[in-house]
């Protein structure tokens, strides 16, 4: 009986979701992603990187489509963003036909490079504050 080889993206959603997550949510300088659970209805928040532009805020998911809180966002499209302490309300946009990599260039440097090396279908996201 052989095991199924994990992937690369089920070592690293592990790591996240039950490692780095729950330290850096609890970061008062880390930015969070608050979307609304697509099953639960209940808030859920992610850590994430990305850079304030006027009244827009700019990231990139690592794991496009699939990943959690994109999957929230395309239930319910209302979102806040926590920047340096302060809760911002928003409608988050996801852009498919944007260059992903190239939108990591404008992006805070260490996260760009995480999210470059461990991203498996990256996906850029705008979310435009109120």
Known sequence: MSKTPLRKRDVIDFFQRHIANPITRRLPTQVLLE????????????????????????????????????????ADNAVRVRIRGRWHSGTAHLLPDDDARARLATLPRFNSSLVRTFGTDLLTVRIDLA
């Open 35 to 74: 979307t609304t659970g697509r099953v639960s209805g209940q808030p859920r928040r992610t850590p994430i990187g990305g850079r304030r532009d006027g009244d827009q805020f700019w990231l990139v998911s690592e794991h496009g489509q699939t990943a959690n809180y994109i999957r929230n966002i395309k």
